[in-house]
Structures are given as structure tokens and as C-alpha cells.
């Protein structure tokens, strides 16, 4: 007798050439979080494929970020299940021309192809089919698309506890680990920015009027890092360092992003304190 699983595999291995194509399309909108246009345009194709799997979709747009997409299916069985992704990417505007979607041997690349266009693809197609067998075990199945996953889900925080509160179970379409390994548990994560202002001048003919905001934020670059437990998993991560304006000038303005992670919540605040 075939289980399920495997009818159900056999099933979607026939649609592979289907969801490449609609991760392709996917993958080639650039969609950082920043992205607001992109995010949206991302969002209204996930919104327009939930609907034709037979979900009723709604848009809650948001004032800082992009539209979050929230898809509802009511069913005649047991048990609320809650489906939970992110539109959103870690990739700035402008990635797509440098590095667009392309697979071969095997494997897709892209921004964004496997974090996580091709989970949210893969939830709706297996959806598709389940329903298309006439799958009614479920009270209801929610799928909530949010805008700022990357930013740390800042804005969608309220509308995710909300909706998780409401189902029996959650499932997060984030991709797998090596060797098939899936998460069910994450640490915290922080985001900090820090600016400096200094004193611009030109560096032959003023250099003694002039404070350096680069100098002083590179100071602070090791002393941030060093905060670092690796083994503890305590992450503090200088991603991103801007700072002045030409070769010659003694800068004036700088700034970092600073990336937190940690296992625990009284790590974090160790962390903070620090
Ligand atoms: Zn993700």
C-alpha cells in the first residue's frame, strides 16, 4: 500500500518545473526589508497564489514596512494550524541585476532562494494538493506572511503573538539545517546603530580643527566584538560600517549596525548591560 507521504511526494515532484518557476519569479523581485515596493509585489503574488489554493486572503498594510499578508482557510475537522513566513530578505535593491535567480546541478541561487521564497512556495504547493485530495482534518489553517522578519519582525511582533496565540500549532517556513535538520527553537536577537559626529576639515590645511567620527567608531568596532561568547552563543556583529565623505576630509559623520544574538533572555540582557 503507498502511504500517503509518498503519494503526496510523488505528487509535487510532478509540479518541480511549476515552483522553480514561481520561485524564479520570486527571487527576481528585490525585496529586502527596506524593499517596501518589492516586499508588497512579493506579497500580492504569495496573496494571489493562496487565493487560487483556496484560501481568503487579506492585507494589513503597515506604516513603516510592507504590507503583511494574512490567508484564512476554514475546515471541518479538529486543531487550528498557523503557517508563519517572511516576504522579506536580508538583500539590499539592486541585488537581483548582480546576482539573479539561476539553478543547475541541482541546486537554485539567488537572494532570498532558500531564506525563504522557496519555503513559502513549497507550504502553498503542498497546501494545493492536500486540499486538492480533499484534506478537511483541520479546523482551520492560517498563513501569515510578514514584511520585517529580517528587521526582527519589529513591527509585525503584535499581529504574530496575536495569531499564534490562536492556533494549536505553528509552523515557520524557515529553510533546513544540514543534513535535514529542523529548528524548533531560536535565541534573541537585537539590533543597534550607532552614529558619530565628529568635526569635518581638510586634512592638509585644517587637520588640527577636524574630529574623525570614522576614528572614533573604528575604536569601538573591537571593544563591540569582543563582547562576543562564540561558545555561548553570544554574537555581537559590526555588519555594516559607513563613515566619511572623500579621501581627503577628515570625516564627519559615521555609522555602524550592530547585529545581537544570544541564546537566552538573561544573556541578552547581560549583553545589553554590557
Ligand atoms: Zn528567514
Known sequence: ?????????????????????????????????????????????????LERTGFT?????????????????????????????????????????????AASGGFATGPGVGDMKGGLVMAIFALRELL?????????????????????????????????????WVLVLEPGRPGGGVVTARGAVGAFFMHAHGQTAHCATNYRKGASAVRELAIKVPL???LSEPDRNVVVNVGVFHGGAARQVIPGE?????????????????????
Open 254 to 274: 559615521a555609522k555602524i549596525d550592530i547585529d545581537v544574538r544570544a541564546r537566552t533572555a538573561e544573556q541578552a540582557a547581560a549583553l545589553l548591560a554590557k
Open 132 to 168: 486538492a485530495a480533499g484534506f478537511d482534518g483541520l479546523e482551520s489553517i492560517s498563513f501569515f506572511i510578514v514584511p520585517d522578519e529580517e528587521l526582527g519582525s519589529i513591527h509585525s511582533r503584535p499581529r504574530i503573538e496575536d495569531a499564534a496565540r490562536e492556533a494549536d
Open 224 to 226: 563591540l566584538e569582543a
Open 57 to 101: 486572503v487579506e492585507r494589513h498594510p503597515m506604516r513603516e514596512c510592507g504590507d503583511q499578508i494574512v490567508g484564512r482557510k476554514r475546515m471541518g475537522g479538529k486543531g487550528r494550524l498557523l503557517i508563519l513566513g517572511h516576504a522579506d530578505t536580508v538583500w539590499p535593491e539592486g541585488t537581483v541585476r548582480d546576482w539573479p535567480y
Open 1 to 49: 500500500m503507498t502511504s500517503d507521504a509518498t503519494r503526496f511526494r510523488a505528487a509535487l515532484a510532478g509540479k518541480l518545473p511549476e515552483m522553480l518557476a514561481l520561485i524564479e519569479r520570486l527571487v527576481n523581485i528585490d525585496s529586502g526589508s527596506y524593499c517596501t515596493a518589492g516586499v508588497n509585489q512579493v506579497g500580492a503574488v504569495l496573496a494571489a497564489e
